[in-house]
């Protein structure tokens, strides 16, 4: 069974740009949840999707938004890219979503120049 | 609102050592989920355990283990004679049951087994 797939495995941009990342989660997953990691704040959740619906969401701006298809593949966007946004952005699926044990993708480091 | 800490941010080890990560959690929720995930240099975070607040009882799994003891709100895990490959990043985390719930992380120990 392929694992958690997320590309661009790098990315440089600069500031005021856009970004999208992808993830393809493990086959018959339906939730997809999304978390940045950077050195100073840690792991911080981003949102989750189950059935393309968000379930819930953390503590980002709105110019993070993300999306899931009828495939459970699913989107993360930053808009308005800011020199904070440089981090690793880690996608992770599980059948149900909620308490599960979560599967991670190797993730998408992010630069902002 | 919850919160992980993981007081340890680095510890370094010879390989056969015995190691203990320390995770200490606030909730407020009596029903609740702790788990450990661990972050090679690869990237992508490894499920190792997950336990919920009504099961304190402790387990062991080859060469890890784990001490859960709700009465000091802590949950660690301990390896036994550790090895190189163990060299990672350790997150404890801590997860509410029920609607919206969504995962906190601890700041995560580095661990270097040298060899």
């Known amino acids: 069974k392929a694992g958690v797939t997320q590309t661009p495995r790098y990315l440089i941009k600069t500031r005021g740009q856009q970004v999208t990342l992808s993830c393809s989660p493990i086959s018959g997953h339906r939730s997809v949840s999304w978390y940045q990691q950077t050195p100073g704040q840690g792991l911080q959740f981003l949102f989750e999707?189950?059935?393309?619906?968000?379930?819930n969401k953390g503590n980002f701006p709105g110019r993070f938004s993300g999306r899931q298809f009828s495939n459970s593949r699913s989107e993360m966007n930053v808009s308005t890219l800011e020199l904070g946004d440089s981090a690793l952005y880690l996608c992770?699926?599980?059948?149900?979503?909620?308490?599960?044990?979560?599967?991670f993708g190797s993730g998408t480091q992010l630069s902002v120049l | 609102a919850q919160k992980v800490t993981q007081a340890q941010t680095e510890i370094s080890v010879v390989e056969k050592e015995d190691v203990t990560l320390d995770c200490v959690y606030e909730?407020?929720?009596?029903?609740?989920?702790l788990f450990w995930y661990k972050q090679p240099p690869s990237g992508e975070l490894v499920f190792l355990i997950r336990?919920?607040?009504?099961?304190?009882q402790n387990e062991i799994s080859g060469r890890y283990s784990w001490n859960f003891q709700k009465s000091t709100s802590s949950f660690n895990f301990t390896i036994t004679a550790s090895q190189v490959v163990d060299s990672a990043v350790y997150f404890c985390a801590h997860e509410s049951a029920g609607a919206n719930s969504k995962l906190t992380f601890g700041k995560g120990i580095t661990l270097s087994v040298r060899p």
């Open positions: 336990r919920n607040s009504f099961d304190e």
């Open positions: 992770a699926s599980s059948a149900r979503g909620g308490v599960e044990k979560l599967f």
């Open positions: 909730t407020r929720d009596t029903t609740y989920y």
């Open positions: 999707y189950f059935s393309e619906t968000q379930r």
